[in-house]
């Protein structure tokens, strides 16, 4: 049994999937099902059941994931703990981020991260909320980066930015001062239109379902939903007036500055919420994870 076997081991138990393993770690597919399979004859038992469709551990090898963490981290912990005697800091960065700070908070963070580190590689992922915070849980991604909060006892989370969603329309749709600073309307005058919404999942359709439902509103309650799971399309698709759309203040500058868009605060509705950096609490995190953080967090 050695480390790469453990570190397979977990990658599949993750991912669900052994060919995305095998890209992830860089080697064929049948090299990641014979090291398995090698591992499984040596502990005598099966890990893996290959019987269905979907991947999936056996109690064996729900039971042995604990001890392959563990002792992962142990691992990780020593190479952190030698590592952090060298004057360069390096190694592989796994970074899973949601939508909009995947694409707004994060580039030029990576960019100057990257100016002071340049032996640390970097590898950024964006997905939904619900699955940066999967990949974080199951040691996927190092630290994840999402603009929601919940309750986890394996969860940290730190606050990195601020965020505020505006309502989003074509232009000229609302009589009022098209300034999203001053320009003020009521969710009830957003009813008649259709909404565009992001999939299940995505922090920004969370914050909004909740802050309607204390106005006793629901999605449904406007005259139709469009379901977009491409935040560009989105604003492509209220910018051709197909609806209006509630997004991230961030996200829309450039469609603001253009004349493409008008951006809304709605009264009594709150829309303001924190980007949070996440990591596991028991993982142990290299250097570059922990500067990359920490470099966050400053």
């Known amino acids: ?25 860089f080697i064929s597919q049948p090299s990641v099902s014979r090291y398995i399979k090698l ?17 999936t551990l056996t109690d064996e090898g729900k039971r042995f994931m604990d001890y392959a963490q563990r002792l992962v981290n142990i691992q990780q912990e020593a190479v952190a703990e030698l590592s952090s005697k060298k004057e ?10 949601s939508t909009v700070p995947g694409l707004y908070l994060l580039p030029p963070k990576l960019a100057g991260f990257k100016k002071l580190h340049p032996q640390v590689e970097m590898n950024l992922t964006i997905l939904d909320s619900s699955a940066v915070l999967e990949n974080v849980l199951n040691y996927s991604f190092d630290l994840g ?7 986890e006892k394996y969860f940290e989370f730190k606050p990195v930015g601020e ?7 074509p232009p000229g749709l609302f009589p009022v001062k098209e300034d999203r600073a001053e320009a003020r309307i009521t969710i009830e005058d957003c009813l008649p239109y259709n909404l565009l919404v992001r999939e299940r999942g995505s922090a920004t359709r969370l914050l909004l379902e909740q802050a309607l439902r204390e106005c006793g509103l629901k999605l449904k309650d406007f005259k139709g939903l469009v379901y977009i ?36 605060r709605i009264e009594d509705l709150n829309l303001k919420r924190e980007f949070n950096l996440v990591y596991h609490r028991q993982r142990v995190q290299s250097q570059a994870a922990r500067e990359f953080a920490n470099y966050m967090l400053d």
């Open 1 to 25: 049994m050695d480390f790469q076997q453990l570190k397979l081991f977990i990658s599949v138990a993750s991912l669900k999937s052994f060919s995305q393993t095998a890209e992830r770690m």
């Open 229 to 264: 799971s491409s935040l560009e399309g989105i604003k492509q698709a209220v910018r051709y007036g197909m609806g209006i759309s509630f997004l991230s203040s961030c996200s829309v500058e450039d469609y603001l500055r253009a004349g493409w868009l008008c951006g809304y």
């Open 145 to 151: 980066f999402v603009g929601t909060v919940v309750e």
């Open 88 to 97: 360069q800091i390096q190694g592989l960065l796994y970074i899973g981020a």
């Open 39 to 55: 591992l499984e004859e040596e502990l005598g038992v099966i890990l893996i059941d290959r019987s269905r469709s979907k991947i």
């Open 163 to 169: 965020d505020e969603l505006l309502l989003a329309a």
